[in-house]
């Protein structure tokens, strides 16, 4: 009896698996997608930059400020601030802006980099750190994933490093 | 039905041919299913990648009817599957940015192409942190398509109808090493791989644990940045440092070593068996799937032939005893065709061993093989459009 019973559960379990495979592409791909979509996850700061802190509206252009990010665990990064400008198109050839990143009003850093009319093009740039909890790169294009002066396709992403210890506030 | 001889030797006809095409034409069916959207594209070389993918799974499918095997069948479309993917990805990579290295560019803006081995080191970040340790995207954009959550959602709806076959029906990164290990005639290393099977086998578990650990404890996917052997054929990190300098030789040495000599010289799948954290992962799925491998101690004569045959050492002495394989089982069906006896058979979990082989083989195949044309049909149908745009035809 109870092989019986084992033998209709068994096959029962292959028919559904069946009905499964038969499903997978039209409704249980998208589905188990969605669900991975709508888990809350986001990608590590270390890849995405963060979370965006403020926008400054420079006209032609807007300069995104994100929050600083901060290693965790052992992470093996220094810690950074990410800043984006966008869209890279309407930058003007040489860019030098003096940027508020921590929103008290006042410049902390000046980054500047030549645009290359061609998007493929090797881009370099220059940071200079306006106050000490920042630290200032030189011809810096994409070293780290804290110091970074790069295109990604509509932007210019921007990465600099943060002194830790006592520089900062 | 005749009984099946050795996987070498070419066996007598097991079905009909009426009986194997009426078999077949349910998949028949179901591969010009999956394709018909492929040849609304209307350009030639669509077209004929479409259409060979249908021939070539239909009728690879009918061979499995028609003469009982599995593995030689399935070994044939699993090892096109291996060289085509990267044919497909490497073109596609260089036509998009003229180079097979991701620049720290693209990881920033989230443009990685996510692959299914990172899984296991994603787990535990995205479970306590809700963090993704990986440079791509969660949804798909247009410079992404294959994002976190698609890619996630076709792995895991795969895996709940193959289980650990997915190691031997979807993996294209299996089907290289499975090329190369079915060249050499003789098999090398096969005293020392018997000897030592059992401490081989624990390596994928030791590196499985030590790769979730670590990239929990890091915040970075550490199979993907050091011991992937795939990404010699895929793409790597672009060199910028002496650290990816380093990254980049120890993807080539893993690869050369594990994916190209070991398997020509030892005829196993040596990274699938000894190496792979995802092989080790995925075994585990194998304890929900409803399809195994058993031994019919009444008819086994402990001859040892299923155990050599077998290109990942999924059995040993005790599990042939005891008339199970072991927990890494992909399901490739090596051991049932080498059998002469016909005491390895395939078998649904909850009926009488070797009571229905043949039906618990048919109800596997169909869901695992309609996977396989969807999926590995795809990529196939890829490589050969890339392969076609190579050729000086127009
Ligand atoms: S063991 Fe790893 S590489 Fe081999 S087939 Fe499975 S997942 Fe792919
Ligand atoms: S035990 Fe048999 S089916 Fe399983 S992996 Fe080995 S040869 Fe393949």
């Known amino acids: 009896m109870r092989t019986r019973i084992l033998t209709i559960l068994a096959y029962t379990g292959a028919a559904l698996t069946l009905v499964v495979a038969v499903c997978v592409p039209f409704v249980l791909m998208g589905a188990f997608s969605n669900a991975v979509a709508h888990a809350g996850l986001h990608i590590d700061a270390a890849y995405s930059g963060g979370t965006v802190a403020r926008t400054i509206d420079r006209g032609r252009y807007t300069i995104v400020v994100y929050q600083p990010v901060e290693p965790r665990l052992l992470e093996r990064i220094e810690p950074f601030v990410q800043i984006v400008f966008e869209p890279a198109e309407s930058l003007p050839a040489h860019v030098s802006d003096e940027i508020d990143l921590d929103g008290d009003g006042r410049p902390d850093v000046r980054v500047s980099f030549n645009v290359p009319a061609d998007a493929n093009a090797p881009l370099r740039g220059d940071v200079t750190a306006l106050n000490a909890t920042y630290i200032s790169l030189t011809n810096v294009a994409g070293e780290s994933f804290s110091r970074m002066v790069v295109r990604a396709g509509k932007q210019i992403v921007v990465r600099i490093p943060l002194h830790e210890g006592p520089a900062r506030r | 039905m005749a009984s099946r001889s050795s996987a070498l030797a070419r066996p007598p ?33 669509h077209y004929i990648g479409a259409a060979a993918v249908i021939l070539f799974m ?73 963090t993704v ?16 959550a698609i890619m996630i959602g076709l792995w895991f709806a795969l895996t709940l109808v193959m289980g650990k076959a997915w190691c031997s029906y979807a993996c294209f990164f299996g089907g290289i090493e499975e090329g190369f290990a079915a060249l050499p005639k003789r098999r090398r290393l096969h005293r020392f791989i018997t000897r ?51 990254q980049m030789v120890v993807f ?9 000599v070991l398997p020509y010289l030892t005829k196993k799948r040596t990274q699938c068996g000894f190496f792979c954290p995802f092989g080790a992962f995925q075994s585990l799925f194998n304890k929900i799937n409803l399809f195994e491998i058993r031994i019919n101690r009444e008819k086994c004569v402990d001859c040892g032939l299923c155990q050599t045959s077998c290109p990942t050492v999924a059995l ?45 083989r048919l109800l596997f195949l169909y869901g695992t093989w309609a996977l396989a044309t969807m999926f590995g049909g795809s990529v196939l149908a890829n490589g050969v459009h890339t392969l076609i745009g190579f050729l000086p035809l127009k």
């Open chain 2, 13 to 45: 006809a097991f079905r009909g041919v009426g009986r194997s095409i009426l078999l077949t034409l349910p998949m028949a069916l179901w591969s010009l299913l999956m394709f018909t959207p492929s040849f609304q594209h209307a350009s030639g070389d």
């Open chain 2, 58 to 130: 239909t009728g690879l499918f009918f061979l499995m009817m028609r003469t009982g095997e599995t593995y030689r069948w399935r070994r044939i479309f699993f090892v096109a599957l291996g060289f085509l993917f990267p044919v497909g990805f490497i073109a596609a990579l260089v036509a998009e940015r003229g180079t097979m290295s991701i620049p720290i560019s693209r990881m920033v803006s989230g443009d990685t192409p996510f692959c299914f081995m990172v899984t296991p080191s994603i787990i535990l970040p995205a479970a306590f942190a809700r």
């Open chain 2, 133 to 148: 340790i990986f440079p791509g995207s969660i949804l798909p954009t247009a410079s992404n398509p294959h994002s976190i």
């Open chain 2, 316 to 360: 040993s002495k005790d599990s042939i005893r005891e008339g199970k394989t072991l927990l890494n089982c992909m399901k490739c069906g090596a051991c049932v065709d080498a059998c002469k006896k016909d005491a390895a058979v395939w078998h649904l979990k909850g009926t009488p061993v070797a009571a229905k082989p043949e039906r618990a």
């Open chain 2, 252 to 260: 080539i040495a893993l690869f050369v070593g594990l994916v190209v």
């Open chain 2, 196 to 246: 030592f099977g059992a401490q081989l086998r624990l390596i994928p578990w030791a590196i499985l644990v030590f790769v979730v650990l670590v990239s929990a404890a890091i915040f970075e996917p550490v199979y993907c940045m050091w011991l992937c052997p795939f990404k010699a054929v895929t793409e790597f990190p672009a060199v910028r440092n002496v650290e990816t300098a380093i």
